[in-house]
């Protein structure tokens, strides 16, 4: 490979990643994506290739769907509540956050491709249909299919950036002290609990319904908790206002709010060591 090539690739880089993670909801995954490309990238016929940014997202998004369908991603078989790999940000995203990115896994392949391609990284339907080989009727589509199932989780009012991370300092602070009367009035009534623990550490093995639930589950684990864990810093989770930890466990910690008029809408909590591995990097 030239260095002329090595350089098109590196200029995209940024770029193929954000494409292969939110298909694959997997930092890691998305890397390997990527290596791939890089591969192939290297093989190809330059002679061929007319534009190189849109010849390297189509052949990333390409070997995303091929990963999608491989028992590889198959998640029937995991413990408890499955929360995409945490992307920790100093500032906030809005294109596609974690209620999103939940949203997506419920779409097949093709259709996560179409909507992504088109509402998020805004490419025509005719580049779709180069991308995953259906024609451009068919990729409108899928678009508006995947539009359909996910209308209600795209963020329609998002929080002022430093308002959530105000909210997340005092819901960590509620939480760290056991203080279940700060810690109810954060949160609304219909409140949901999400813990990612993959069974390699503790974690709610459902999803926890409402604040009365959340509030007893929170509880259980202030009560469980062997020492108190430390705040690495505050920060963006995939998009929401959260911040990194540090358990007792020695093990880093991730927790996303979801805000809505004020009050905490929802709770992502990622405890499993597997998908926190590029977190100790992430920017502050």
């Known amino acids: 490979m030239t260095d002329e090539s090595a350089a098109a690739f590196d200029a995209?880089?940024?770029?193929?990643?954000?494409?292969?993670?939110?298909?694959?909801?997997?930092?890691?995954d998305a890397e390997d994506v990527l290596q791939e490309a890089f591969i192939r990238w290297a093989g190809a016929d330059r002679e061929a290739v007319r534009v190189p940014a849109a010849f390297l997202r189509?052949?990333?998004?390409?070997?995303?769907?091929?990963h999608l369908k491989s028992a590889r991603v198959r998640r029937e078989d995991y413990v408890g509540p499955w929360l995409p790999e945490p992307v920790v940000?100093?500032?906030?995203?809005?294109?596609?956050?974690?209620?999103?990115?939940?949203?997506?896994?419920r779409l097949s392949p093709l259709e996560r491709a179409a909507f992504l391609l088109h509402d998020v990284f805004a490419e025509t339907f005719d580049d779709v249909a180069r991308s995953i080989g259906r024609d451009a009727a068919a990729c409108r589509q899928l678009a508006a299919r995947a539009r359909e199932h996910v209308r209600s989780e795209r963020t329609r009012f998002p929080v002022d950036r430093d308002r959530g991370l105000a909210i997340a300092s005092a819901f960590y602070e509620a939480s760290r002290d056991g203080d279940a009367a700060r810690l109810s009035a954060l949160l609304a009534d219909d409140v949901r609990f999400y813990?990612?623990?993959?069974?390699r550490r503790p974690a709610a093995g459902r999803i926890?319904?409402?604040?009365?639930?959340?509030?007893?589950?929170?509880?259980?684990?202030s009560r469980l908790r062997r020492g108190m864990p430390e705040l690495v810093r505050r920060a963006f989770v995939n998009g929401l206002p959260g911040f990194?930890?540090?358990?007792?466990?020695?093990?880093l910690q991730t927790t996303a709010?979801?805000?809505?008029?004020?009050?905490?809408?929802?709770?992502y909590v990622m405890r499993n060591p597997d998908k926190l591995r590029h977190v100790e990097g992430a920017p502050h």
């Open 195 to 199: 813990s990612d623990g993959g069974g």
């Open 89 to 105: 940000e100093a500032e906030p995203t809005e294109d596609v956050t974690l209620p999103l990115m939940l949203a997506l896994e």
């Open 12 to 28: 995209q880089r940024a770029t193929l990643l954000r494409v292969a993670y939110r298909m694959l909801g997997s930092m890691a």
């Open 58 to 66: 189509r052949m990333v998004t390409r070997l995303c769907l091929d």
């Open 244 to 251: 990194v930890t540090k358990e007792a466990d020695g093990i």
């Open 257 to 267: 709010l979801l805000i809505e008029d004020g009050r905490v809408k929802a709770i």
């Open 208 to 221: 926890l319904d409402g604040a009365v639930e959340v509030m007893r589950g929170l509880s259980a684990i």
